[in-house]
Every structure is written in C-alpha cells, then in structure tokens.
C-alpha cells in the first residue's frame, strides 16, 4: 500500500464520527473482529486512524478497499450531498431483458475506462435490488482525485438513477452514455427533482409516498405542532369554525393523505410571460423579450410545511395545484410558459 492509499485511508478515518466508527468498520468487513478488539477506541481520533492504516497496511489493501470504505461512509452520511434524478427508457418496441448485475457491473466500468484512462470505479451492492457506484474521475493525463468522486445509487429493476451533485460538470454525459449501454436502455434524461434525501426521491419517483421518512424531531404531524388551536380558544368560536376546519382538513386530507409527506427542501418556480395591460402603449407593453421571475419556496421539510398552511389558516384550502402536484409529477422545479 503506497503513501497515497495510506493517505486516502487515514483521510476517510478521519471523517467517520467516533460513534460511528465501529459500526462503519464492521460493515466494512476488512479487519477482523480480532484486529478491530485490539484496537483502543478511547484515543484520540488521530492516533485511532494511525493505527488502523497500520492494520490496512499489514493486511495489504488496495485503492479499492478504501474506496469501499468510502461508500459505506456516505451510505451512511447520505443527506451530505444533495441527488438529482435521471429516468432511463428503452426505446420503441424495447424488449425487457433479464437483468446481469455482475455484467452491467463489468459493462459500465469498461466504457469509463475506454473512454477516460484515468478513472477509478467501485461498486457496493444494496437493499432492494441497488447498487451504489462511486466514480473517482482523473484526466488523461491526471491521476483520479479521490477527494471528488461522483455516486450513483441505480436500482436494476426500474429505469432510474441517482446521482450526487458534482463540480465536475462535463463528465455528466459519459457518465450517462455508461448508465444507458450498461442497462440496456435507449436514454437517459434528467428529471427535474432534486433533494439531499435520497430514500424520499426515491419514493417520489416509484409513488411510495405511504412510508416513513426522516422528520424534525416528533411524531406529532407538523401541522398539528403548527396549530394548538384548540387549546386557550372561546368555545363559541370553535362551534362557528368547526365546518370550516373540518372542510379545511378533508381537502387537505384528500390532497396530501394520511401519512408523511417525502422530504424535500424546496420548489423552484421559473415564470416566463408577456406583459399584459388594459392600458395601451407604455414601455412594457412594447417589450418583445418576456418577463422573467423566479420564485423559490424554502423549508427543512417543504411537502409538510405545505400541508400545513391551510390547516393553521395561512392559505385557503386547496392549495395551488402548483404546490400540491410536486409528488405526483415528481418535480421540484417548475417552468412556468404562456401557451
């Protein structure tokens, strides 16, 4: 193990939290129960890491044993990095073929790797028929940097794939063209829904919105947090609103179901439209260029604040459908036309 994997090994130590590390390591299943009892956990992080390169080094890994350890750390730390959705399809007439991981594995890899002499690809099989793949990308003439790499989470039995947000912009077509040839579809195409919450654009995508997700830190429904209406209120005016609210809650209800909304953290709203005015004449009016507004709706836990509103009597019941549609059309951003 030369001085750069050592390096790359203490670097991803490093960035474990102590009360993860023995978790993460057994999952990584390199060292033995053994040589992980041996190890003082009570010292300093510093010295910790020290002393598992050693025990890396006596055991001769590789480049890609600490990149494995690198994926189950952002398997773990998922939420880091913020995803964006692709969806694949065959093209006309394609016809459903059996699914190889190990030759899409094999598949994928080559076509980087003929493409790109300097790259570095690893694998981790997951839940649900997943593999999570981390693409360290170098130049012709560059080793990879393994400090940059790009993940995807692909899922073999439905024509979509996740992908982590990179600075390295212009690999985004190869990477792509390799996700295509290797699962036999015709194309991909970026959806436009993206979040740091990985296991919520995946329901969003596969319409599994009856299921538990990450919330704040409750399980009292946020709009039940946001409301207590109940509580100091003259009893003659919950008798007046009680119609109001019931109505209020059955639409909502309708809209949003009974369970967890996924998790997103906003909805980007792009509005292109010609000025339209009564009056005649006027600077606007002679504008051939349309108007341009972006309007952009932030929340820790946008779909649960939305369902909210009404409820707590912030926004009539319904909502706009330009806010309730983001699961089922699964977007988050919108680009709104004149027809």
């Known amino acids: 193990m030369d001085d750069i994997v050592a390096e ?8 474990i939290p102590m009360t993860e590390m023995m978790t993460i390591l057994k999952a990584w299943d390199f060292l033995s129960e053994s040589q992980l009892q041996a190890v003082n956990f009570r010292q ?23 990149a494995l350890l690198d ?6 730390h998922r939420h880091q990095k913020v995803w964006d959705a692709f969806q694949m399809s065959k093209g006309a ?25 300097n790259v570095t690809v690893s694998f981790r099989d997951a839940e649900e028929n997943a593999v999570w793949i981390r693409i360290a990308w170098g130049t012709q003439y560059r080793k990879p940097n393994q400090y940059k790499p790009t993940y995807v989470v692909y899922y073999s039995q439905a024509p979509y794939a996740f992908i982590s947000s990179s600075q390295l912009k212009s690999n985004l077509p190869l990477l792509g063209q390799a996700l295509t040839i290797a699962s036999k579809h015709h194309q991909i195409v970026k959806m436009d829904l993206r979040s740091r919450y990985l296991d919520s ?8 919105y009856n299921q538990n997700f990450e919330t704040h830190n409750s399980s ?3 709009q039940e947090r946001s409301l207590g209406l109940d509580i100091h209120m003259d009893s003659r005016i919950i008798h007046e609103n009680r119609i109001e609210k019931e109505r209020v809650q059955g639409v909502t209800r309708e809209i949003f179901g009974d369970y967890p909304q996924p998790r997103l953290e906003f909805a980007q709203y792009k509005l292109e439209t010609k000025f339209r005015s009564d009056l005649n004449g006027g600077i606007l009016a002679d504008r051939e260029e349309p108007l ?6 932030s929340s820790p836990h946008l779909l649960e604040a939305l369902k909210s ?6 926004a009539d019941a319904p909502l706009s459908p330009l806010l309730t549609c983001i699961p089922s059309k699964g977007m988050n951003y919108f680009k709104i036309r004149d027809k």
Request: proline share 2%.
């Open 8 to 15: 790359f090994f203490r670097r991803t130590i490093l960035k």
């Open 220 to 222: 009292i429904p946020l």
């Open 292 to 297: 341009r507004c972006l309007v952009k709706f």
């Open 71 to 76: 994926i189950i750390y952002t398997q773990f």
């Open 93 to 117: 007439g394609g016809d459903t073929d059996l699914f190889d991981m190990e030759q899409f594995k094999s598949s994928f890899k080559k076509i980087l790797q003929r493409a790109l002499k």
């Open 44 to 66: 300093r992080k510093e010295s910790l890491a020290q002393d598992l390169v050693l025990l890396c080094q006596e055991k001769r890994a590789r480049l890609q044993d600490a």
């Open 201 to 208: 654009l995946k329901a969003i995508v596969f319409k599994q």
């Open 309 to 314: 509103l009404a409820p707590a009597g912030i």
